[in-house]
């Protein structure tokens, strides 16, 4: 006797085999023949998966089609109350988040403004006292460089006394 598992691997493969002819069929002939010999090839073997799915499975009808009523029923019923559910949230929260973040963001601004002017003012006050007391001690010590160094030059009375005794010198000579 012959096993039916051979047999329907048989078939499928000869199924194939005219699948691939008819392929060959559009290539070489007109293509109006190939596809008519392939679409009766398909046709044939839907029949087949049909007849072999029954055979093995005689519940696989009776499941396909419950699992399509039921992702159909889910689908819908799930669209529609996700978006009269949605609706209401949307609208509800929107209302209420708004009230609220509008009073909170308000108040919190206001206290970040008085928080960063006390801090930009602080931070001015110290940058620029910082700033002026460098630049007056830069200042205070270039004038007591040049203080020095007119101290150290003659004055007056004595510039006239060098002249004066270069002049003798010289008049002495």
Known sequence: ????????????????????????????????????????????????VVWKMARFDPDWMTQAVEETVGETVEKQVGETVEKQVGETVEQTVGETVEQTVGETVEKQVDEVQAQVEQTVEETVEETVGDTVKKQVDE???????????VDRRPREEEVEEIVEESVEDDSNQ
Do not use: C, K
Request: aromatic fraction near 6%; charge should be negative.
């Open 1 to 48: 006797m012959l096993n039916p598992i051979r047999v329907d691997a048989a078939i499928d493969l000869a199924y194939g085999a005219l699948i691939a002819l008819s392929i060959v069929l559009i290539a070489t002939l007109d293509t109006n023949i190939g596809i008519a010999f392939g679409v009766g090839v398909f046709a044939s073997y839907v029949v087949h």
């Open 139 to 149: 200042v205070q010590a270039q004038v007591e460089a040049v203080d020095e160094r």
